[in-house]
């Protein structure tokens, strides 16, 4: 089955510094690739997603680059900012022959981002 | 547009004993996923309900259980509950369309289900 690794475990960075997690992932077949934000207490909300037809997306702040030969996407934030603190999850779904995809999201291990200002 | 709403949001049990958890989706969702967050293990999938039928099951023990409703709204059971089983319990709601490729899921609140 799918398999993703996230990197790193934790991240902190200075106000107004990017912050880049990556993200690896075993499927090939794996087509959507979203990402949440998970504060302390919170239910995980989804920030930003990417379908592999897409090598990269962006919204404000926060972008999502694909690299499908590789099997890798990555997290970029611009200009952190103290709420921008939080657990952040990338995920992959699954696929199965035909092509379709299923509901099931395989996640990374998540990545502590501390923003100190 | 209601979000996603699960009950109840905290639970104590003893084990042995069993639990059900419901999740109402967004209106118009039809799929139901199940995931188990804990901190050693992350976020894993339980299971995928979409018009009332199974379409996907992670690894977990046939302990859990699930089903889902004609409305869309899902329940998940646990029997005979051991320690390990404490944990959040998320839902999440997604149209279950595959347009082209996945479809945006949202998250419930969740349920603190704890063991003793």
């Known amino acids: 089955g799918e398999n993703v690794e996230q990197h790193p475990s934790t991240l902190s960075v200075q106000e107004g510094d990017s912050a880049v997690i990556k993200c690896t992932y075993s499927?090939?077949?794996?087509?959507?690739f979203p990402w949440y934000k998970q504060e302390l207490g919170k239910r995980p909300q989804l920030i930003i997603d990417?379908?592999?037809?897409?090598g990269e997306k962006k919204d404000q702040r926060i972008a999502v680059t694909l690299n499908k030969t590789a099997k890798h996407f990555s997290l970029h934030i611009t200009e952190t900012q103290p709420e921008d603190s939080a657990v952040y999850f990338c995920?992959?779904?699954?696929?199965?022959?035909?092509?379709?995809?299923?509901?099931?999201?395989?996640f990374g291990q998540g990545t502590i981002l501390t923003v100190h200002p | 547009k209601a979000g996603v709403t699960q009950t109840p949001r905290y639970l104590i049990k003893t084990r042995g004993q069993q639990v059900t958890l419901s999740c109402s989706p967004i209106s118009g969702h039809r799929s139901v996923s199940w995931y188990q967050q804990t901190p050693g293990q992350g976020l894993q999938f339980l299971f995928e309900y979409f018009s009332e039928t199974q379409r996907n099951k992670g690894n977990f023990p046939g302990r859990f259980s699930g089903r889902q409703f004609s409305n869309s709204r899902s329940e998940m059971n646990v029997s005979t509950l051991e320690l390990g089983d404490s944990a959040l319990y998320l839902c999440?709601?997604?149209?279950?369309?595959?347009?082209?490729?996945?479809?945006?899921?949202?998250f419930g609140q969740g349920t603190r289900l704890t063991v003793v």
């Open positions: 995920a992959a779904n699954s696929t199965v022959a035909g092509g379709t995809s299923y509901g099931k999201l395989t």
């Open positions: 990417i379908r592999s037809n897409v």
């Open positions: 999440a709601s997604s149209s279950g369309r595959d347009i082209p490729a996945g479809t945006e899921a949202f």
């Open positions: 499927d090939s077949a794996s087509n959507y």
